[in-house]
């Protein structure tokens, strides 16, 4: 019997079980509490000695069936399930950072990882320190026999920077550390970071393996050790994926495929007819054969994703007027849905970094992204000329403009 599957096939087979009824779809195992078959049954079962569900909170066989499905995919050795991709992100931090260790992080990660790093582990005597994502000479200074973590996300999001994962890693390992991925933007389907070293992948899992902006979720994969100490970290501190969400996650697995891969060919051409319009500035899209890491694109990814970003006319009245002229495309602030969405960063998703910080991550003002849905290409094409339409004509490619020097946005906790 063949063991190794493609992904398109662990994708709707791996995790498959049946409850009593022959139902071909997974059952939904509503349920908080199992019946014990004895005292003694009930005793081997709480102390690990005997397999088999206790309590929810622990283990469940919908959410059990997710994480076999998603680590098939991964080519992890086991996977552990979060209620979201934060509660994932925080479970790595309880389980490996102490008082007096440090953690580096690349600067352009989802604004809310940072910042909970910074809130609620800078507290307790943990460093936080932030390097430039293809800055290795600062992965080099700031990693050292202290650091406990390493954690990057790529590629960045929405400036699509990429990080070399071999070469970080090794720089982590030499250190005694572990190398942690977030792989939400690209997904199993175009990169797999675990063989290029990382230990650990993160997935916010209500993006595109849900696929359909349904539920929240979250995943972290590795080596089966590291998922067992982070069992218990949900098992104690609750973070647990609820059911319903679980069941979500599994069916919304099976159609990731073929939903990023469609995403995949309409955001490349959305980004290539960007290139070619005076009224939009700097496009940022891996899939660009003038992307300024290609060969390193090309040696890690297997594809390009869903997510571009791009500069709109003079300014952020520019770009806010462009994003309310879209009639077809969504303002949100999600990616990975079945419907395409805008979103302008600096004033949303990154709207906690300082001026400094959204400069070093290259969010201007005039900033705007999208994340392409199933719309079928040529629909998006015209909603997005029909709003460029809307700014008077000029050459923003030809043009440069000041550095956007607004005043920050008050934090906000989300
Ligand atoms: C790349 C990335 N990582 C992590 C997260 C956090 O995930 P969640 O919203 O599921 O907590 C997000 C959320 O948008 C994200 O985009």
Known sequence: ??????????????????????????????????????????????????????????TNPTVRAFEQRLAAMEGAEDCVAFASGMAAIAAIAHARLEA?????????????????????????????????????DEWR?????????VF???????????????????????????????????????????????????????????????????????????????????RSLGSSLGVMNA???LKGIETLELRVEAANRSAGELASWATTQAKLGRVHYTGLPDHPQ????????????????????????????????LELVSIATSIGDTRSMVTHPATTTHCRLSIEERRLAGISHRLVRLSVGLEHVDDLLADLEHALATLPAFDAKAQAFEPDLLPDTPWRSS
């Not at 953690?103 to 604004?111: A, H, I, N, Q, T």
């Open 1 to 58: 019997m063949r063991m190794h599957r493609r992904n398109a096939t662990s994708a709707v087979r791996v995790g498959q079980y049946q409850d009593l009824s022959d139902a071909h779809g997974e059952p939904i195992a509503m349920t908080a509490a199992y019946v014990f078959t004895s005292a003694a049954d009930a005793a081997a079962r709480f102390s690990g000695a005997a397999p088999g569900n206790v309590y929810s909170r622990f």
């Open 100 to 136: 007096g260790c440090n953690l580096v992080c690349s600067r352009d990660v989802f604004g809310t990882t940072l910042s909970a790093f910074r809130s609620y582990f800078g507290k307790l005597g943990i460093d936080v320190r932030v390097v430039g994502l293809t800055r290795l």
């Open 141 to 149: 200074t700031s990693i050292d026999e202290r650091t406990r973590l």
């Open 152 to 234: 990057l996300e790529t590629p960045s999001n929405p400036v699509q920077h990429v990080a070399d994962i071999g070469v970080v890693a090794s720089i982590a390992h030499a250190a005694g550390a572990l190398l942690v991925v977030d792989n939400t933007m690209l997904t199993p389907v175009f990169q797999k970071p675990l063989r290029f070293g990382a230990d650990l992948v993160v997935h916010s899992a209500g993006k595109y393996i849900d696929g359909q902006g349904r539920t929240i979720g979250g995943a972290v994969l590795g080596a089966e050790l590291l998922m067992d100490e982070l069992r218990h970290v949900r």
């Open 247 to 249: 069941w979500l996650l």
């Open 294 to 325: 290609r060969s390193l694109v090309c040696r890690q990814q297997s594809g390009f994703g869903g997510v571009l970003s791009f500069e709109v006319g003079r300014s952020r009245e520019d770009a806010w007027r462009w994003i309310d002229a």
